[in-house]
């Protein structure tokens, strides 16, 4: 039988898809990249992906794990230049998430999303241990620990677990499912996925693992400490790799353990307007370093950002606000559905829904709180500023002596100003996209930059010069401001080669003793280093999961790199 007969049978022919044209979502990036592959193939539950794994490895064909698709560097979709047929193996249709010890802890299978974790959680009043932006795209809990992704709570830091179980091709070319989950479900894969999917196991009494941890040690330390010369996170931080953590598709994952922790009472937004990036980074050093209770997030927009998203992010924004993000992978399926479509008939220019969508939202008023649109008018640059129980009145106390003297002023948002301002910053990170697809016939290009700055570093915003400036249409600077990681996205003018003027923009970013990519996984856009490669050669010896990942070789045994 050949691959595709083997797959077929076990998750059945409305599972696998081989049409290049309806595959074509799950081989594209976000931002960019497309590769080929065999087959696509969506196991229902972890027995039909072991099985799925099984058929794979004896047949010598290259693993691209994926969930969402939500990487903005190609690190979950196929690549070029394989020597080995490809096949993705999508975990969305396995959901569902465990809680255990009275929901001190919770169990998150492949296609668990951070949305769906962060509402179970909510029913019991606790919340998970990191919180990003991308959940507003669908992206995946296992995603995010897979790529180390940041997150927005300054308290908590990156995803993160030492506890999993996951499918494994050892040195020996021999695949095995690995439980280090520490709960015991048996010896054989058979018996531990059974027990794991039909909870034969105490939920409310699972022992805490002794040696193993289930979030991020000690980020608020690292995040106080503001004379260090170092970045508080980024991607390749080698405290931060242990087997699927970091693991960028090297390894399959079935399930992760994750600490919850409670949730937080009332909360205040503080709305923070300047025309001075040194007054922020003031800010931001006196709270970091003498604040008794750090804030929960600070995230920073920069004005052009803010006016670009409100043209180019409002349809977003209208649709997170009106009906959730619960429904955004669904939606996301079906525009990808539209523009296959629509791709067959030469009338239509590519990304119509888009370009559709972009004309619809103008139709509407504008969405953002009046407060906050005069500071648009005022000032440049923007700081949301979260903070929880007696941190409120710590904030305000300081926010108020420290306006009579600095440039610039506060306000602290209603609920509902809070909400809208949040959501706005998270759009932003698909304006450039949305930017060049309307502006298609330009033939722009895109440059998205995350990058790590020291902890130390005092002049935080960027000065390009001259002939960089000259190259470029509108920067997007939007970021999590208090641990320094800034996004950096960059619309070209047309006929500059992005390729060239990322290796311009790198250089100067070394200069600053910048890291890159700050949270994003390396994909196939960014070398990886040495300590991420030895982490990819530890998970993967034979070189079997996502090849070429971190611009490292393809070749089966990692040839000579």
């Not at 080929?36 to 099984?54: I, S, T």
């Not at 399959?252 to 949730?263: E, Q």
């Not at 619960?326 to 239509?348: C, Q, V």
Request: hydrophobic residues 35%; aromatic residues 8%; charged residues 25%.
């Amino acid at each position: 039988m050949t691959t595709v007969q083997e797959l077929t049978d076990i998750v059945g022919n409305n599972h696998i898809i081989t049409s290049a044209s309806k595959s074509l979502r799950y081989r594209k990036g976000y931002r960019s990249g497309q590769g080929d592959a065999l087959a696509v193939v969506l196991p229902g539950n972890m027995m039909e992906l072991w099985q799925v794994l099984k058929v794979l490895h004896a047949h010598n064909t290259i693993i691209i794990m994926q969930a969402s698709n939500t990487s903005l560097t190609e690190g979950s979709i196929p690549a070029p230049g394989y020597d080995r047929e490809c096949v993705v193996v999508n975990g969305t249709r396995i959901k569902g998430v465990q809680l255990i010890n009275h929901g001190e802890e919770a169990l998150a299978f492949p296609g668990t999303t951070l949305f769906k974790l962060e509402n179970t959680l909510k029913a019991i009043n606790r919340e998970p241990h990191s919180v990003i932006g991308s959940s507003n795209l669908g992206a995946s809990v296992i995603g995010g620990i897979n790529n180390n992704s940041g997150g927005a709570l300054i308290q908590r830091g990156p995803a993160y677990t030492e506890l999993s179980l996951y499918a494994q091709i050892d040195a020996n070319d021999e695949l095995h499912l690995v439980n280090h989950l520490g709960i015991d479900l048996g010896d054989t894969p058979e018996e531990m996925i059974n027990n794991l999917e039909n909870r034969n196991f105490d939920i409310d009494k699972v022992p805490k693992d002794e040696k193993r941890v289930g979030h991020n040690r000690d980020y608020e330390s690292r995040v106080r400490n503001i004379g260090s010369h170092t970045p508080t996170r980024y991607n390749a931080d080698p405290n931060e790799l242990y087997e699927v953590s970091g693991a960028s598709g090297k390894l399959a994952a079935f399930a992760v353990r994750l600490d919850t922790f409670p949730k937080e009472g009332a909360s205040q937004v503080f709305y923070i307007g300047t025309n001075e990036p040194a007054v922020l980074e003031k800010l931001r050093r006196h709270i970091l370093s003498e604040f008794k209770n750090l804030p929960v997030s600070g995230e920073y927009m920069h004005k052009e950002a803010y006016d670009l998203a409100k043209k180019y992010g409002k349809d977003s924004l209208l649709v997170i606000d009106t009906i959730g993000t619960n429904m955004l992978p669904y939606l996301f399926s079906l525009k990808s559905t539209a523009e296959r479509i629509l791709g067959h008939i030469p009338t239509f220019k590519p990304y119509f829904p888009d370009r559709m969508l972009q004309h619809v939202g103008q139709v509407f008023p504008n969405q953002l709180p009046k407060r906050i649109e005069a500071y648009s008018d005022k000032y440049e640059h923007y700081l949301q500023l979260k903070m929880v129980g007696e941190g409120i009145d710590e904030a305000r106390q300081y926010l108020k002596e420290f306006f009579k003297t600095e440039s610039g002023d506060y306000l602290e948002c209603t609920p509902s100003e809070a909400d809208r301002a949040a959501t706005h910053r998270y759009v932003t990170a698909g304006v450039a996209i949305r930017y060049q697809e309307v502006f298609q016939n330009k033939k722009l290009d895109i440059l998205p930059l995350d990058i790590a700055l020291p902890r130390n570093e005092l002049d935080w915003f960027e000065h390009l010069p001259k002939e960089i400036e000259d190259k470029i249409e509108h920067k997007l600077y939007y970021g999590h401001f208090l641990d320094h990681v800034m996004h950096q996205d960059y619309i070209l003018k047309p006929g500059v080669d992005p390729h060239e003027l990322k290796l311009e923009m790198l250089k100067l970013l070394d200069k600053r003793g910048a890291i890159y990519p700050a949270e994003h996984n390396v994909g196939h856009l960014y070398h990886a280093a040495s300590t991420l490669v030895n982490h990819y050669k530890r998970n993967d010896p034979t070189n079997s999961f996502n090849p070429g990942v971190g611009l490292t070789t393809m070749e089966k045994y990692w040839g000579n790199y």
